[in-house]
């Protein structure tokens, strides 16, 4: 009995390994890579992938490539509310003592989504939809994550995802990028001067320790969001981010 549970444990745990492992390669790997990455045989993954796919939590595409499957879309929806929720009180405080919107991203795959937000009560102000995407390399919440990577992995992802320019202001090529991460995890934040949308400036901290790659941010019109703004922002965000990894780790 003791080594039949020993067996199913070690089979969960290779199982999520693989959705892992899948979602390192970008979101969709082949067979002899998941083998070679996760050091077993390939009739093992063979056998786990199938289940995955039987189950709905990965599928095989037309190419044979294995890719992550729609069921993880709903547990991960629900995940990313309830861990929104954990932040809100850290969020409307930022919002109530800076008056600008306050945001709570994560990283997902080669995007960064928005789990949690409140708005400015200014009438000009910042929105994003909370479960929206967008570029992690024009984004600051997305840089402040990218930094918490190597330059390796930033550079895999962006082969990946391409570096395209949402304005005339974002970085579009992989050594501007490393070179502005450079300088994020120098400073200890990361700034998106216009890079995501003309006339926006937002200022965004990693949040340490988390299970995820996480980052909070504020962002407003660069009417408001200015230099001193930012020296009144950045030790908010800083308080902000340690505390929610505290409250995640406590959840």
């Keep these: 009995m003791g080594a039949e549970a020993s067996t199913g444990v070690k089979s969960v745990s290779r199982v999520f390994d693989l959705l892992e492992l899948i979602a390192d390669a970008g979101g969709d790997a082949t067979l002899s890579q998941l083998a070679a990455a996760a050091g077993l045989p390939l009739p093992t993954i063979h056998r786990l992938l199938r289940?995955?796919?039987?189950?709905?939590?990965?599928?095989?595409?037309a190419n044979r490539r294995y890719a992550l499957g729609p069921k993880l879309v709903r547990l991960g929806e629900v995940a990313n509310r309830q861990f929104g929720l954990?932040?809100?009180?850290?969020?409307?405080?930022?919002?109530?003592?800076?008056?600008?919107?306050?945001?709570?991203?994560?990283?997902?795959g080669d995007r960064v989504v928005?789990?949690?937000?409140?708005?400015?009560?200014?009438?000009?102000?910042?929105?994003?939809?909370?479960?929206?995407?967008?570029?992690?390399?024009?984004?600051?919440?997305?840089?402040?994550?990218?930094?918490?990577?190597?330059?390796?992995?930033?550079?895999?992802?962006?082969?990946?995802?391409?570096?395209?320019r949402a304005t005339a202001r974002s970085l579009g090529s992989i050594e501007t990028l490393l070179a502005d991460l450079a300088i994020c995890r120098e400073?200890?934040?990361?700034?998106?001067?216009?890079?995501?949308?003309?006339?926006?400036?937002?200022?965004?901290?990693?949040?340490?320790?988390m299970p995820v790659l996480t980052a909070v941010?504020?962002?407003?019109?660069?009417?408001?969001v200015s230099e001193e703004f930012a020296d009144l922002a950045i030790p908010m965000l800083r308080d902000a981010a340690a505390d929610i990894s505290a409250a995640a780790s406590a959840a």
């Design 114 to 164: 928005y789990i949690s937000q409140v708005p400015s009560p200014h009438a000009m102000r910042m929105f994003t939809e909370v479960g929206g995407r967008a570029r992690l390399h024009s984004t600051g919440v997305g840089k402040a994550i990218l930094a918490q990577l190597s330059d390796d992995e930033v550079r895999d992802i962006a082969a990946r995802a391409g570096l395209p």
């Design 217 to 224: 941010s504020v962002s407003g019109p660069m009417s408001r």
């Design 187 to 209: 400073r200890g934040y990361a700034i998106d001067d216009e890079e995501q949308e003309l006339g926006v400036r937002c200022f965004a901290m990693p949040v340490p320790d």
């Design 51 to 61: 289940t995955l796919v039987g189950h709905g939590y990965a599928r095989q595409l």
């Design 86 to 108: 954990i932040a809100k009180v850290q969020l409307q405080g930022l919002v109530d003592r800076l008056g600008e919107t306050a945001n709570l991203a994560t990283i997902d």
